[in-house]
Structures are given as C-alpha cells and as structure tokens.
C-alpha cells in the first residue's frame, strides 16, 4: 500500500516551490487546515494529511505497536517526506503534532527547513518542577468523554468511516461529519498523545522553529509553550490573541500572518 | 383568567428562562453571554458568577475540557453546529451533571459568525443507561476471551523425538474476538492429533461454538477415526446440532514412529511442509469443503506424506496470512519467507516468532500450531 494512499495525502499549490507539510492533531483531521493552507499555495507546495486512524486513512493500516508511541507517528511524517521526495520541508504541526515534527526533525534534520508548532506541549500530564495542565485522571475522564460520545454513533459510523460504499446515505444522515475517526484508534491515539513525554527530544533539534501560542489555551497553556521556547535551541515564540487550543480554526487569518511573518524572516 | 392567558400565550421571555432545557449563548471564544434560570437551577450557577467571566469549556470536567477544545470547539468552528455531545457540567457544588448539548453558531447583521447558542438537556438517566450498556458490552468481550484462552490453555504432547509449539494472538480490537482455535493430544504412544480450525463470527458465540468442536474432535478421534472420516463424522455432528457450521478445520495424524503425516483440510488454507535441505512448500492435496457445506453422505479427501528427520509442519489460520487491500497469494508467501527465515527455531518458539514475524492482526485472530519430528 502506498504511504499517499496509507495517510490520505492530498496536495495544493505550486508543485515546484517550497514544500510545506499540514499535520494536524489529536481529534480532527486534515480539515483542520481548511482556513490556513490556501494562503500559502502561491509560493509553496502544500501537502497534507491524515494520520493513520483519522480522516480519509487507511485504517487497516493501523498498527497498534508502531503507533504506541509518537516516533511511529514520525516515522509516517517521515516516510510521507521519502515518498514525495520533500526536501528543505516547513512541517506546520497543530496540537500533539508539533511534538510528532519535532521528533522527525530529530532523526532527519536536515530534511526540515522550518518547524511551525501550534500549540505544541511535550507532557500533558503534571510532573515534578513541570506544569503540564493535566493530572493522569484527567485522561482517564477524557476517555470517559471519548466513549460517551461515541456510544450514540459508533456501529451507524462504522460503515462510513471504513469507507464501506453500500450505504452510501450514511454519509448524509451523519450529523457531525468532519474529522471522523474510528474509535478504537481515536482512543489509543489519546493515550499515546496524553501519555507521552518528550521534553528531552525539544533539545535535540536545532531547526529553526516558531512556537504559536493561543492565549488561554486549556491543552497547551502559556507556561508550556514557553517551555518548549526555551528548551528548543532556535524557538521563539509568538503570542497569539487568539483564544483556545485551535487558533487555525478560530483565527485563521492571525495564524497564517504568523507563520508567513516567520517564514519572511 | 389572566394566569391562564400567561400559560396559553407565554411570553418569550418566559419560553426562554424557563424552558425545560438549559440555554446558553457564548461569543465564538465560548465566554457566556446569557444563560436561562433552567441553567441556574441545574447547575447551582448565579448568571453573575458566569456572564462575561466564564468560558463554557471552564464549566466541564477536565476530561470533557479536553474533549471540548479537540472535538467539539473545531467541529462547530468548521460545520457550524454541533448535535448530540455528551458532556459533564460541573455543578456549583462540585457535582457533575451528564448532560446531551447542541449547538449553532448564530451570523451576525454581516454574516460574520458571532454568537454559540447551546441546548442543554439533562441526560443523567441516559448516561447510566449507556454506562450499563458499555459495561455489559465489555463483560461480554471478557467473557468471549476467557472462554477462548480456557479452551486454548493445557499441556502440550510432546516426546524425546517429537516437539508441538503454538501460537496465539487475538485480534486487537476485543470486539473482533473470533473463534481461531489450536489442539494437539496423544492419540497413542506414536500418534497424536493436531488440529487447527476456524469457527465463523465473532464473540461468545464463536467461542462457544469452537468450544463444542474442539470436544467433537478430541471424542471422534479417541475412536480411531482416520482424518477424512473423521470430519465426515464432525459434519454430521455439525448439521444434527446446528453448531460450527462453514468451520474451517485442517486435522492431521502424525505418527512419529513412521514418520508420516495424514491429514484432511476442511475448507481450510493448506499445511506448510518443511523437509530438511528444501525449500518450504504449502501442500495442496487432502482437500474439502468448509464443515456440513458439503452435499449429504458426500466422502471427504484424505492425503498423506512421510516426514524425514528433521521434518517441520506448520497448521494455521487466516488471520496469519491475510492483510486488508492483498491478495491471499501474498500472504502465504510472506509466510513462506518468514518460515524460510526462522526454519531452524525449535516449534516452541516458532510459532510465536512467526506471528510476531509476520504482524497484522488488528482485525482477526492468528493462530499458528508448528510441529517436528526428529
């Protein structure tokens, strides 16, 4: 199977230019760039996907111990690169993908021109000396949450999300259509993302990166955001007045100013 | 009279703060605007505590926060409206309350999205209603795998001159707990049986059923039934019961004194044969239709092949070879290559080394039985 088809890659813009390479996060799917990559198809190649279990990918592609980790996630974003043939690659990540580029950026950095991270966080969960936002039970009533909203739609959305063409009229009852994702996967996925701690790989990458930081961002507080500033050898961060943890959702025109001024200078 | 016009014609007003739903409006940052005295009574929140002050997401317990920000939030943003989300609201006394919430987001005079109007509608008898439900569902998954691995567990025959190793994995997603099932037992002091069979569907019922073969089996073959007997007479324990009907069983007589192997393969996918100093072969012969699929009183085939010392055999089931999106071709090649590769294990570990080797299995059960004779 191919990796275009394995991540439900899709492409814009100029096919000659720049690549720039959308990951999106935990929760959603390649919809999530919508309102921010057509700004960029003048002068880049803009590339997006799915990652395994989410959107338009291939679910069976779905291996539960490559993906138990984040660096399987990487290992996709870098096989994406190898397969397209991206070099000198501005990786925009949202949310748990911007951890995922900065752990591709450390096994390949010289593949990475920038990194663009959207509210990135390397824990979640509350350490010794480390505010994360979240203690462990939280996560568990996140999969609470998870399963609960589930129950309701999960065996009707079963046939639409494993793309099962015999009913069809499925994908037009389904109230809440974007970023589908199977559950199961989606559940794994928010423990992988939740659980993860990769404070030490932020050290590790030298690439020049801009950090986007929402104000009053419940996933990715500020005090976060300016751990990864200062943790990354070349970070600076910028302050968003956007509110929330989906700044290319809410305030897509603030968010491609952003990273377009990042990407001038 | 005038109570009465009240009730027939309420005023909007009324409608709206005392509607048997809780209200809120929020700015598309989810600050509250305006919540209804339903709200207030549900939740043990004053408006002045929430108007201007609060966020909605600032009302949900952290693991709803979450789901919030990361589902919910961006599904409203791009379809702008959002229906039938479960949420937990943090009361003022720090209780929850499950609640089913819908949302739209409201265009002002210049089109631009302005305002999140949301519903609330108490659902603290559904959620238990759904908690029972889910755990019903999972005690059924325990139960469906418990009564697999009892049927699974046990010692395996095993001689100076002769090894059986087994390999089992269930399908990662629980629900898809199939019936893949693996035996091997004495059926003299040269003979033993092997088995490996397949029973259609999933959850207890397919462990029950695989259960009620694998009992057949090990009966009809204590009677000195030869292998294609054998599954005639399982046929018709099959069709008089109802039970394991379209099985796919391959069972094998291998007799370690003569070195022979005797087999019949019921629908099921061939017998890897590895003779010392050639290549890994699939053995096509012996073969019938799945369980009770063939027409009455119709005669099952029966093969055979001498085993030189040394002599590896491999008995397994489909969720070993097939992938999604791939021919079955492929599969059993990848599967000859595995066995070409890891030939020299000892079958106590090779069966497990080849599932591993081989990967998959989000979907389906893989069961793999390796047998050898010195």
């Not at chain 2, 269930?170 to 033993?192: H, K, M, N, Q, T």
């Not at chain 2, 027409?295 to 070879?321: F, H, I, M, Q, W």
Request: with cysteine.
């Amino acid at each position: 199977m191919s990796v275009r088809a394995r991540n439900n890659v899709t492409e814009h813009g100029s096919p000659e230019a720049q690549p720039m390479l959308f990951a999106h996060g935990f929760g959603c799917d390649q919809n999530m760039w919508r309102f921010v990559h057509p700004r960029f198809e003048d002068d880049y190649r803009v590339v997006l996907f799915d990652h395994v279990g989410a959107g338009g990918s291939d679910l069976s592609a779905y291996d539960a111990e490559r993906y138990s980790s984040l660096q399987g996630y990487a290992e996709d974003v870098l096989e994406i690169c190898r397969e397209l043939d991206l070099r000198d690659v501005v990786f925009v990540g949202h949310s748990v993908s911007a951890m995922i580029g900065v752990l591709a950026a450390a096994v390949e950095p010289d593949r990475f021109a920038r990194l663009i991270l959207v509210g990135p966080s390397p824990r979640y969960i509350n350490d010794e000396g480390y505010v994360g936002g979240f203690g462990r039970e939280d996560i568990e009533g996140l999969l609470d949450s998870m399963d609960s909203n589930y129950l309701g739609w999960s065996s009707q959305m079963a046939p639409v999300i494993m793309g099962n063409s015999d009913r069809p009229e499925l994908g037009e009852e389904l109230t809440n259509s974007f970023c589908r994702t199977d559950p199961e996967i989606a559940r794994r996925f928010a423990r992988v993302t939740f659980m993860s701690d990769n404070r030490e790989d932020l050290a590790k990458v030298d690439v020049p990166s801009l950090v986007l930081q929402c104000s009053d961002d419940a996933i990715a507080p500020e005090a976060v955001g300016r751990y990864v500033e200062r943790e990354m050898p070349d970070a600076r961060l910028v302050m968003l007045n956007a509110v929330g943890h989906c700044p290319n959702l809410s305030a897509p025109e603030e968010t491609a100013d952003a990273i377009e001024e990042f990407l001038r200078g | 009279m005038r109570v009465e016009e009240e009730l027939l014609e309420p005023s909007a007003e009324d409608l709206f703060e005392n509607a048997p739903c809780g209200y809120l409006s929020t700015t598309l940052d989810g600050l509250v605007l305006k919540v209804n005295r339903t709200f207030e009574d549900w939740t043990g929140h004053q408006r002045e505590g929430l108007l201007g002050k609060k966020r909605f997401s600032d009302l949900l317990a952290p693991g709803g926060r979450i789901y919030h920000e990361t589902h919910y939030a961006p599904l409203l943003r791009m379809q702008g409206e959002a229906r039938e989300i479960a949420l937990e609201i943090l009361r003022a006394d720090g209780s929850r309350l499950p609640v089913l919430v819908n949302s739209v987001v409201v265009d002002g005079p210049e089109g631009e999205p302005q305002v999140i109007r949301t519903t609330i509608f108490d659902a603290s008898d559904r959620r238990r209603y759904e908690e029972e439900l889910l755990r019903a569902r999972r005690r059924e998954q325990e139960i469906a795998q418990k009564l697999q691995r009892s049927m699974l567990a046990g010692e395996l025959p095993s001689a100076t001159d002769f090894e059986v190793g087994v390999g089992y994995r269930p399908a990662e997603r629980e629900l898809d707990i199939g019936g893949d099932w693996y035996d091997a037992f004495w059926l003299s002091d040269d003979r033993v049986g092997l088995v490996v069979g397949d029973v259609v569907g999933r959850g207890i019922e397919a462990a029950a059923a695989m259960g009620q073969l694998r009992s057949a089996i090990r009966a009809l073959a204590s009677t000195g039934l030869p292998p294609a007997a054998l599954l005639e007479a399982l046929d018709g324990y099959s069709g008089c019961h109802e039970v394991g009907g379209m099985a796919t069983v391959v069972y094998a007589e291998l007799d370690r004194s003569l070195r022979e192997l005797r087999f019949a393969c019921a629908g099921h996918l061939p017998p890897v044969l590895v003779q010392p100093g050639e290549d890994p072969c699939l053995i096509w012969e012996g073969r019938s239709p799945p369980l009770d699929a063939c027409a009455k009183n119709s005669r099952r085939a029966e093969a055979s092949c001498s085993l030189e010392p040394g002599s590896l055999v491999l008995l397994y089931t489909d969720g070993v070879v097939e992938r999604r999106g791939e021919t079955i071709d492929a599969g059993m090649e990848r599967l000859l290559e595995a066995v070409r590769a890891h030939r020299t294990e000892p079958p106590t570990s090779l069966a497990s080394t080849l599932l591993r080797a081989l990967g998959g299995g989000e979907h389906d059960d893989a069961c793999l039985l390796a047998a050898s004779v010195a």
